[in-house]
Structure formats: C-alpha cells, structure tokens
C-alpha cells in the first residue's frame, strides 16, 4: 500500500465527484472492505492532516470545494499575518489574516483557511483560521519577563503570543535574559500558550547570544554527526591513494584561475578565456565536482540536503559541507590537481553561444585571485600587472567576453539591481570595525556573466533531453502586485504600461532612467518588492529577472544542494552507463520546495544577523546627527536610510503635531500643519534617539521638528 500515492489518487476523484462516501472512497483505492476501520483511520488522518474535509453527511471532500485553504501561517509584527498557500508549480499565494481571525494560530502553524472575502481586482483574499492542523515551532526564543509567583517570555519574532512560564519552570533564568521555551500547552481562547525554558542563552545585550539564538530559533545546524564525518575520514584517505580517471578532460596546461572575495576559502568555480583565431571567444567554467565525492543518499549527502544551502552570518559560516570539503578536498586551492565538472562554450561577438560542452575534467589553478586585484589590474595597476603578467592579458579577454555578454543581456531586458549590499566588517573581538558596500567592479561583474552563461548552457541541455531536473524558476509577477507598484511609481513619474503583457525590459528602462534623477535606490527597491521571489522547481518556467528561457543553478555544489542535484543529473546524461531512474520525479519535486524553504530561512537569517550588529554599531552614537533619505512609511512610521544604508525610523506618534500617512499620495502629513510632507526620497537630517535590541529597531526623529521648539 502506498497511502502518497493513493491520496493523490483520491484526490484526483475527488475533483471529478466533489463527494464520497467511505465505501466509493474504499472502491476507488481497491482497498480491502475487510479492513473497514483500518480504512477509516487513514482516511481521518488526511482529514486531520488538512488534505481532506468531511461535511455533515459524513462524506469526504477537498477542502477548496468548500471554501477552506490550506497554508503556513506568518504573522508580522503581531499585528496581522498571512497564511501562504502552497500551489504545484506555481508561487505561493498570500492570504491576509486580521489579528481578530487569528483564533489562537501561532507564528509557523499549518492551519486550515476560510476566505472572507474574496480577491478583488488589485486587492488580495482575506480569511480566518478554522483549523490548526500543525505547531510547526516546538520550542520558541524570547525575552524572560520574571514577576514574584509566574514570568512570561515575549518572542523576539513574535508568534502572536507571549508564553506563560510557572517560575518553577525558569532554570533560574534571571529577569530580562534571553532563553529558550519549550510549550507544554498551546494555548486556548481563555488561556495563553503555556512552557518551560529548556535553554538560558544570556543577556540580550550581547549580540554572540542573539546571534547563537537566532541559530537556534531557525533550527540551523552547526554540527556534523559522527557518521557523516565518518564517511569525511574515509574520503580523505581514499582521495590520497585515487588516480583521476582517464576519462576526464585534462585541463591542467590552461591558465585557469579562481576569482572570489577575499575572505573566501570554498572555491568552487574556476575560469578561463581564450580568443580564437575566427574572432569568437572560447569560454571554460570549470566548477567543483563535489559529485564524485558526495554520494547520493550517503549520510553526508542526506546532511547537506537537510541543511539545503550554506549559510553566511555576519561572525560565522555554517556549511552545507564540513570544512575538509568545503575548504579542502572540493575547493579549487591554488596549484592543486582538482576533479571538476566543466561547461565549454563558444561565444560569438553577439554573445551567442555557438557551441557548448559539458564533461568531467581535472584542472590545476594557476592563481587564486581576488575580485580587488582583478579589478586593480583591470584598472592599469603596473606592479600587479607584472606579478599576474602570465595571465593579464586573459583578463583583458574576461572583460571583453563580460561586456559582450551582459550587452546581449541588457538587449534582452535582464533587469540589473544595483541595490547597495552593506558589508560589516568586524574586530577579532566580535565588535564591529567598520559598515561598509559590498562592491561590484568588472571582476564581480565578470564572474557573475560567466556563471549565468554555465548555468543557461546546462538548464538548456537538460531541458530538450525531457528528463527530470531542478530549475531555477522566477515567475512574471503577478497583475495585482504591478497594479499596486504602479500607484508607487506614479509618484515619481513611472507606470508599468501593460499589465496583460509584463517584460523585464519594461522594468529595466524605469530603472535606468531612474539613475539619472538619484533616485534609483528607492525605484529598485520597490520594483523588487513587487517582483515574485526566486526558488527551485522540477518544471522548466524560465527567470524572468534575467529574461532567460532556460536557467538552473550548477556553478556552487560546495554551498547549494541544488548544484549538487544537478551534476548528479548530468553526470548521469553523460555516463556511459545511465541509470534509468537515477533519482524519481516526486523525489525532486520534494528536494525543491525543501531547498527553496531553507534559502528562504538562510537569507532571512543572513539579514537578521546583520541587523544585530547594526543595532549595536549604533547603539554608542544616541544623539548623533546623520544625513537620510526617506525610502518607505507605515501607518505610524516614516523610515530613513543613513548615508551608510543603516534602515532607521520615526514613530510620527511622539511628534507634538498630529500626523498621518496619506495612501493615495504615499505621503506623511502634518495635519497641524499643512506645509509639512514627508515624500519618498526627501533628503532629511535625523537624530538618533534610541535602539532596541528586543525589536532591533533604531529610531530617530528629524532634526527640523527639534529646531522648531
């Protein structure tokens, strides 16, 4: 009995027939009408599951067919939430929940939605919770708030409610500590969610304990199991004694090279350019076969499929893969004979790819180099000139191939975000030395051109073979979310034209012609906002962001699992042996949407624990005066960014006069006093007040409103 299989076949009757009863269910599936209450269990555990609803009558239906949905409940800022609607290839749907339909859901829930009220036009579904069907967070972080006889602990993400901890259950927690909770009890409409702090984590003040908190809260793993390093062991030893197989391409004659960021230590792309005597180009990206290594299913390999991703904290990397692969073995070291997998093409003036291989091949780095030499002798640099004068006039090559590539691409309408990315570099000591942009010269740009053709070439091998892969997907927007950013643009002049008919190229112009008034920061930031989010799926939809058919991710298997699905994939293509079903369909579809969630959770992770540190940057200059630009409001909020691009804020609550934020013209107003208006992009002096570290939130006031007193 395969129960997956047979639901999915339910199911399918179940939009035929919108009814049935436990005996055509029991019929449809050629069960056994012996097994009468065995049947019966099952069938109640897809109800309770929320894929299956039963009516008065006692039969089954689908839940949709009678206005329920199911999804994940996200509440923001404990004032509303929305519950995530997960449909087959396609991207989730947002259904808006007020704090009054809650009905005791938490943060992270699977429940059951009923639709109030129905989409209309621009405007999206409203809905209550009518069924918890799951707790997905068993254990919570937050604040301890201890009284004489009882404490609560108040979320540091809220999940709509505080927690009631007895003090026998505190683990002599002290007062204002940030831990850990267990729930024993999940709460009631007469009671609050009930635990036990099971983990002290210190004092909220210091950001290594909110750091090692938001690891824990996220369930991001730091360690490898025994077994796992078992298995690291043994590859080491059997790599010292291995001969590379002959029938890999011997690439170590290239001047191939490595370019990553300083600080890099998991190199898994090397490049290397060479112009051919009939004026195209010869492009080799050459990534880690970590494949040859990793074996599917192996406990390591299930590891990294758990982990689905590194991840990149602002004191910390945690790997998908321990450091002796990830730095070791796999990575692409200097003037070391490696094993990897190489995409060939041949790209003409145009930036058309003529030709393209992909084959297993060994490579021998001749230099690893950083983007900033890169760009230095890109520059005219003489001194460093000479030190890579073996591979300088290759590098001229590079930026020629770059520049033709990212022009085919511009042609096409890929919309290029230059939305500046903070750096915080920090002392040995963990305190920040310095905020700074992550920058993006000619030796980022070239890498990132030369990666998206790898990843075009192997996404379209693929696709005319007809066999089950993993893609990199990024669908139109929707007509609803262009329709609201619309509204926005019109501020400074923009409007998308055709909402029946949304091409990149259409964002694109907005934004070039958005940098030549200053104000391209803020056009970016609510184009991107509107645009759908990336993620991985079994059918082919194309990136619309990069205006490409066909798109995968095949260029980082040491830090994406997805990478490392794919090289299996193509591995097996290319083998002379292919195994018939290497890895199943269902199994891929499962791999998707798991690695899209951990990505998700990775880069909200990634972003908060840079907010930590900003916090604390900022926390020793209260009363400092900084140079912002207005980028967004709230009901209550006006929102800045300093010159460094540190996110602030204004409660309009606690000025003297009587502000309110006015939707139809995206502007905050003094109803006192009817000159002043705040707009998006007006340059403002700000003072620092305070910051948080419970709601990470820093907040100023304008300079101007203190000067009128």
């Known amino acids: 009995m395969n129960l997956e299989r047979d639901l999915e076949k339910l199911k399918e009757a179940l939009k035929k027939k919108n009814y049935l009863s436990l005996d055509e269910a029991t019929k449809i599936l050629e069960w056994s009408t012996k097994n009468r209450k065995s049947n019966k269990a099952i069938i109640m555990s897809w109800v309770d599951e929320g894929e299956l609803s039963i009516v008065k009558s006692g039969k089954i239906t689908l839940p949709e067919q009678i206005g329920f949905l199911k999804g994940t409940?996200?509440?923001?800022?404990?004032?509303?939430?929305?519950?995530?609607?997960?449909?087959?290839?396609?991207?989730?749907?947002?259904?808006?929940?007020?704090?009054?339909?809650?009905?005791?859901?938490?943060?992270?829930?699977?429940?059951?939605?009923?639709?109030?009220?129905?989409?209309?036009?621009?405007?999206?579904?409203?809905?209550?919770?009518?069924?918890?069907?799951?707790?997905?967070?068993?254990?919570?972080?937050?604040?301890?708030?201890?009284n004489k006889n009882f404490s609560f602990v108040?979320?540091?993400?809220?999940?709509?409610?505080?927690?009631?901890?007895?003090?026998?259950?505190?683990?002599?927690?002290?007062?204002?500590?940030?831990?850990?909770?267990?729930?024993?009890?999940?709460?009631?409409d007469s009671r609050k969610p009930e635990g036990k702090v099971i983990k002290i984590l210190g004092s909220i003040t210091d950001t290594k304990n909110m750091i090692d908190a938001l690891i824990f809260r996220e369930g991001l793993k730091t360690e490898f199991s025994t077994e796992a390093m078992l298995e690291v062991k043994k590859m080491l030893e059997d790599s010292e004694k291995e001969k590379w197989e002959v029938t890999r391409k011997d690439l170590t004659k290239l001047p191939i090279i490595t370019i990553d960021g300083d600080d890099a230590k998991d190199l898994d792309d090397a490049v290397y350019v060479e112009k051919l005597e009939n004026g195209n180009y010869k492009l080799i990206v050459a990534i880690a076969d970590v494949s040859h290594y990793v074996k599917l299913n192996s406990k390591l390999d299930l590891e990294a499929r758990e982990r689905g991703n590194s991840v990149y904290l602002v004191d910390r990397v945690l790997p998908m893969f321990p450091k002796e692969i990830s730095n070791g073995i796999c990575s692409l070291n200097e003037r070391e004979d490696k094993l990897t997998f190489s995409c060939e093409?041949?790209?003409?003036?145009?930036?058309?790819?003529?030709?393209?291989?992909?084959?297993?091949?060994?490579?021998?780095?001749?230099?690893?180099?950083?983007?900033?030499?890169?760009?230095?002798?890109?520059?005219?640099?003489?001194?460093?000139?000479?030190?890579y004068s073996d591979i300088k006039d290759m590098l001229f090559e590079m930026q020629e191939l770059s520049k033709i590539l990212r022009n085919k691409k511009y042609k096409r309408g890929s919309i290029d975000f230059e939305l500046p990315e903070i750096k915080v570099s920090l002392n040995e000591d963990g305190t920040v030395a310095e905020i700074g942009q992550r920058e993006r010269?000619?030796?980022?740009?070239?890498?990132?051109?030369?990666?998206?053709?790898?990843?075009?070439?192997?996404?379209?091998?693929?696709?005319?073979?007809?066999?089950?892969?993993?893609?990199?997907?990024?669908?139109?927007?929707?007509?609803?979310?262009?329709?609201?950013?619309?509204?926005?643009?019109a501020k400074f002049g923009y409007k998308i034209p055709n909402l029946d008919n949304i091409h990149p190229k259409q964002f694109q112009e907005i934004i070039e012609n958005s940098r030549k008034k200053e104000i391209n920061m803020l056009v970016h930031k609510m184009i991107l906002m509107a645009l759908k989010q990336a993620r991985y799926t079994v059918g082919n939809v194309g990136h619309f962001g990069l205006a490409s058919k066909f798109y995968t991710h095949f260029t980082s298997p040491i830090r994406r699992y997805s990478d490392l699905m794919v090289h299996r994939i193509l591995n097996n293509i290319i083998s002379e042996k292919p195994k018939k079903n290497l890895i199943y369909e269902d199994e891929l579809v499962?791999?998707?949407?798991?690695?899209?969630?951990?990505?998700?959770?990775?880069?909200?992770?990634?972003?908060?624990?840079?907010?930590?540190?900003?916090?604390?940057?900022?926390?020793?200059?209260?009363?400092?005066?900084?140079?912002?630009?207005?980028?967004?409001?709230?009901q209550r909020k006006v929102f800045f960014e300093t010159a460094e691009?540190?996110?602030?804020?204004?409660?309009?609550?606690?000025?003297?006069?009587?502000?309110?934020?006015?939707?139809?013209?995206?502007?905050?107003?003094?109803?006192?006093?009817?000159?002043?208006?705040?707009?998006?992009?007006?340059?403002?002096?700000?003072?620092?007040?305070?910051?948080?570290?419970?709601?990470?939130?820093?907040?100023?006031?304008?300079?101007?409103?203190?000067?009128?007193k």
């Not at 108040?154 to 831990?179: C, F, H, W």
């Not at 003094?670 to 007040?689: A, C, M, S, T």
Request: aromatic residues 8%; proline residues 2%.
């Open 73 to 146: 409940f996200s509440v923001i800022k404990d004032r509303f939430a929305f519950v995530d609607i997960e449909k087959k290839d396609e991207e989730k749907e947002g259904i808006f929940i007020p704090k009054s339909a809650f009905n005791n859901a938490l943060d992270g829930d699977t429940v059951l939605v009923k639709i109030t009220k129905e989409k209309n036009g621009d405007k999206g579904a409203e809905g209550e919770v009518a069924k918890i069907i799951s707790h997905e967070k068993k254990v919570i972080i937050g604040i301890l708030q201890k």
């Open 154 to 188: 108040v979320p540091t993400r809220s999940i709509g409610k505080d927690i009631y901890v007895p003090n026998e259950m505190i683990m002599g927690a002290e007062n204002q500590d940030l831990v850990a909770v267990e729930i024993t009890f999940w709460g009631d």
């Open 345 to 387: 093409a041949e790209i003409d003036l145009n930036g058309n790819v003529v030709n393209a291989d992909i084959y297993k091949s060994v490579i021998n780095s001749v230099h690893r180099m950083t983007y900033g030499d890169v760009n230095k002798i890109l520059d005219g640099d003489e001194k460093l000139s000479q030190v």
């Open 441 to 489: 010269g000619e030796g980022e740009k070239i890498i990132e051109d030369f990666m998206i053709v790898a990843n075009e070439v192997v996404a379209e091998r693929i696709f005319w073979l007809e066999i089950p892969s993993i893609y990199r997907t990024h669908e139109k927007p929707t007509r609803e979310s262009i329709a609201s950013l619309n509204e926005t643009l």
């Open 590 to 634: 499962e791999i998707c949407s798991h690695i899209s969630k951990t990505e998700r959770i990775a880069m909200k992770a990634e972003e908060e624990s840079i907010r930590i540190k900003l916090v604390e940057y900022m926390s020793d200059k209260i009363g400092e005066v900084f140079e912002a630009v207005v980028s967004g409001f709230s």
């Open 645 to 708: 691009n540190i996110e602030c804020s204004w409660d309009v609550t606690t000025a003297e006069h009587y502000y309110e934020f006015d939707e139809t013209n995206y502007v905050m107003v003094d109803r006192d006093n009817k000159k002043k208006v705040y707009n998006l992009g007006d340059k403002v002096e700000v003072i620092l007040q305070k910051t948080d570290f419970y709601t990470l939130e820093i907040s100023v006031s304008p300079v101007e409103l203190l000067e009128d």
